[in-house]
């Protein structure tokens, strides 16, 4: 049998016998730079799914938000999430492996977040980049439903597609 299990597989990492909590492999394993990966992964999805369970409720309380806006504002979250978790996990990783206390690389990871987040907000809103995406999204919209309403006065009745396209 070719395949170790898993426990095989932590053995032969591993390094000893018994490892209290305290012990530096174990502590890598779980918050260093094999647990550093799994937590940026599992923030950012988290970070998503928030951001997307506000804009429902924004979209269905909020007269004056449409679907464009939604749309447009959860892509520009998850955007904003995806790079700032990059930075984070290059800050990070640079400060594991700079043997730094775990305390310590917590909370610059926290200050980190918390600058950025701030920082892409404020960047946002000085080149205008989700009103820009709602526009060229409202305005591909607006293409579309000419292009489909030219299809169907145009066209054949027997070779049109559009037809059932948002009719």
Same mark, same amino acid.
């Given at each position: 049998m ?6 095989d597989?932590w ?6 016998t018994?490892?209290? @909590? ?7 394993m779980g918050?260093?730079t ?7 992964i ?7 799914f928030a ?8 979209l269905?309380f ?13 892509t520009?979250d ?6 700032a ?8 990783g ?7 206390? %775990? @305390? ?6 926290? $200050?980190?977040? $918390? %600058?950025?987040?701030?920082g892409?907000?404020k960047?946002?809103?000085?080149l205008?980049l989700?009103?820009?995406l709602k526009?060229?999204?409202r ?5 579309y439903?000419?292009?489909?309403d030219w299809?169907?006065r ?10 059932g396209n948002?009719?």
């Amino acid at each position: 049998m070719t395949e170790l299990r898993s426990a095989d597989y932590w053995r032969q990492i591993l390094e000893g016998t018994r490892y209290a @909590v305290d012990h530096p492999q174990m502590l890598e394993m779980g918050i260093g730079t094999r647990g550093l990966g799994s937590a940026l992964i599992k923030g950012t999805r988290f970070c998503i799914f928030a951001s997307l369970a506000w804009r429902v409720i924004e979209l269905i309380f909020k007269s004056d938000f449409d679907l464009v806006d939604s749309l447009g504002d959860i892509t520009m979250d998850a955007a904003k999430a995806v790079v700032a978790s990059v930075v984070i996990g290059v800050i990070a990783g640079v400060l594991t492996l700079g043997s730094l206390p %775990v @305390v310590v690389i917590v909370g610059f990871v926290i $200050i980190a977040g $918390i %600058v950025l987040n701030i920082g892409l907000n404020k960047l946002d809103d000085h080149l205008g980049l989700s009103v820009s995406l709602k526009q060229k999204l409202r305005n591909a919209l607006t293409e579309y439903q000419r292009i489909t309403d030219w299809n169907v006065r145009y066209s054949k009745p027997f070779f049109n597609n559009s037809l059932g396209n948002g009719y």
